[in-house]
């Protein structure tokens, strides 16, 4: 048999994207390749510690500090150069616009220095992609679970660039209740991660917190707060060291009702659609007793989940480069007109 030559084959070109990541307190930026994330280097912001939570100034500030050199690093460990990109992806919405708007606004010098194209990706769908990062990819429909310190919401995502949001907290986020009671409980920030350590030691029946009647499949955490307000109040009348005391106690029986309140919903919505496809994704998302309430309905309704890696549940580059995928494949971009903005629907 003759073989073919292959001198003028055409060459299959990879899909190479730059996501960059700036809505916070983290500069992120990564490189993906066929939907393959290659690199994803962040750098997080220290400063905001002894202040007790993020300060929009000092964020923005250290934005700019650290994104040349955190985008060039991310270039440098994939194995690239700036020429090898086919497009920039940037995170428009939502978050703090001054931290907003030093990504965005690299993200358009870079675009219009190279004549890339330029994609703006909202950033609670960049989370519930980042369920699609690596190999354990699930199928759709999946529902997700999208849980962080400035949203949470039920999202029916029925493919990569076609979502629908099921439900939505009507005042707090999970993160925020999470991150108030570490406050309250004089415990450094960030204090979530920490309420986390402690319920591992804790006894989550001890202390009792109502959980709000809320219709539907949207949430509200406002009360939860106000009642372990009032509870820690009470206590420290008759006891100054009631916390001290029961530390391990009191974050348990805060984290037991939270996720309980998160995976209450989840399982509704599931029976509501029939869907048991289910990830998780956001900042919460890294919460042990979240992880394992949902691996808990797993097996008892014969749940499908999906849970990204640690390093793609708090806020990453390589959510927005994934996401700025599947985009370009749909032809999806922007213009250079294209604003960021703290607050926006998607």
């Known amino acids: 048999m003759e073989k073919k030559s292959t001198e003028n084959a055409p060459i299959k070109k990879d899909i190479v994207i730059l996501g960059i990541e ?3 307190d983290e500069t992120s930026s990564s490189v993906c390749i066929n939907g393959e994330i290659v690199s994803n280097i962040i750098a997080t912001q220290e400063i905001h510690t002894k202040y007790g939570g993020v300060v929009p100034e000092l964020a923005s500030r250290a934005h700019m500090e650290n994104i040349v050199p955190v985008v060039d690093a991310s270039i440098k460990q994939a194995g690239i150069g700036l020429d ?3 497009a920039i992806a940037f995170t428009q919405a939502p978050g703090l616009i001054g931290a907003l708007l030093v990504g965005s606004g690299f993200a358009k010098s870079l675009s219009l220095s190279l004549n890339k194209p330029l994609i703006e990706v909202h950033h609670m769908q960049a989370h519930v992609l980042s369920n699609l990062i690596g190999e354990n990819k699930p199928t759709f429909p999946f529902l997700c679970l999208t849980v962080s310190g400035g949203h949470t919401q039920i999202v029916l995502c029925e493919s990569p660039l076609n979502m629908k949001i099921l439900g939505e907290t009507m005042d707090d986020a999970a993160g925020e209740a999470f991150d108030k ?5 004089g415990l450094p920030y960030p204090g979530g991660p920490l309420i986390d350590q402690y319920a591992q030691e804790g006894d989550s029946k001890r202390f009792h917190f109502p959980e709000p ?3 539907g499949l949207n949430f509200s955490f406002s009360g939860v707060k106000t009642s372990i307000l009032y509870f820690l109040q009470k206590q420290l009348k008759t006891d100054p060291d009631f916390i001290s005391k029961n530390i391990n106690d009191i974050c348990a ?5 939270i996720v309980g309140i998160l ?4 399982k509704k919505a599931s029976q509501e659609t029939g869907i048991k496809t289910i990830c998780i994704a956001g900042g919460v998302a890294a ?7 949902i691996q808990d309905l797993s097996t008892k309704y014969k749940w499908n989940v999906h849970i990204p890696k640690m390093e793609y549940c708090t806020d990453n580059a390589a959510m927005i480069a994934s996401t700025g995928y599947y985009k370009f494949l749909a032809e999806d971009f922007s213009s250079l007109t294209a604003t960021a903005s703290a607050r926006s629907s998607w």
Do not use: P
């Open 22 to 24: 700036s809505s916070c």
């Open 263 to 266: 995976t209450n919903k989840l």
């Open 253 to 257: 029986s805060v984290q037991h009702t």
């Open 84 to 86: 090898d990109l086919d």
């Open 213 to 215: 009647q809320i219709e």
């Open 181 to 185: 009671t570490a406050k309250l409980l």
């Open 287 to 293: 919460n042990k007793g979240l992880r394992k309430g």
